[in-house]
């Protein structure tokens, strides 16, 4: 990686501070409240982290160095589990997803509908489990014809070899679009597993009850499209 040449700071003699492009601070927060919508979550948060990077500026006095924050030139927030993904991760992968709120040039960016991913492999799986079913059933169809029309031998084999290649396909296809769906799920357990134990610290924080509070209190997010034993009419 090149490196650009160096530069001294410049001072301001008047406030005895010193500036440079390259200084700046670094300032997590923790917010609560508002149940927001973050990029690559499936969940509303009402726990999340906040990490802001502002331009600084260094002053010496009493023998120490005074840093002070100043212009913001991003905050970006993150849930929970994706910032112990960032911060457990470094180094690997092609980065953590996150939330941009504001820049230097959109003091403030629009917000992000929310449209959990977990719809959108749902909704594949459907596609995949109907074309494996359509490709079956016009294989089926197929051999049907060949035996009852009497077709022949060959078109009769090349009417079974058709049906048991789209059969075969259906263990591939399906196995692929599962994991790809059991993955997701895994996902939202683990955001909301980390807001549930975000949640848990901060009521022990501010009651002072101990550590033993009912697991039974909280509920896991439900899927989209899933139904809940609530809304299940059998379960009345």
Do not use: C
């Not at 650009?4 to 410049?10: C, D, M, N, Y």
């Amino acid at each position: 990686m090149s490196r650009s040449p160096s530069q001294e700071p410049a001072i301001d003699t008047e406030l005895g501070e010193e500036a440079h492009p390259a200084f700046g601070v670094a300032v997590v927060m923790r917010r609560s409240g508002g149940g927001r919508s973050l990029f690559q979550s499936d969940l509303r948060h009402n726990e999340t982290i906040s990490l802001s990077v502002h331009e600084a500026t260094r002053k010496r006095n009493l023998n120490h160095d005074w840093v002070h924050p100043g212009r913001e030139l991003v905050e970006i927030e993150m849930s929970l589990a994706q910032w112990g993904s960032l911060v457990s991760s470094m180094g690997l992968g092609s980065g953590v997803p996150v939330t941009i709120r504001r820049t230097e040039h959109d003091r403030y960016v629009p917000e992000i509908p929310h449209q959990p991913r977990t719809a959108e492999n749902l909704r594949e799986v459907r596609e995949v489990t109907d074309r494996m079913y359509g490709e079956v059933k016009t294989a089926t169809a197929a051999l049907h014809e060949a035996i009852h029309e009497k077709k022949g031998v060959r078109a009769t084999k090349e009417a079974l070899g058709a049906l048991e290649n789209a059969v075969a396909q259906v263990g591939s296809n399906a196995q692929f679009t599962v994991d790809s769906l059991v993955e997701a799920g895994e996902q939202v357990v683990a955001q909301a597993r980390a807001d549930i134990e975000a949640h848990v610290l901060q009521v022990v924080r501010l009651t002072g009850a101990g550590p033993s509070i009912e697991a039974s209190s909280f509920e896991a997010p439900a899927l989209p499209g899933a139904v809940t034993s609530r809304e299940n009419p059998t379960d009345a």
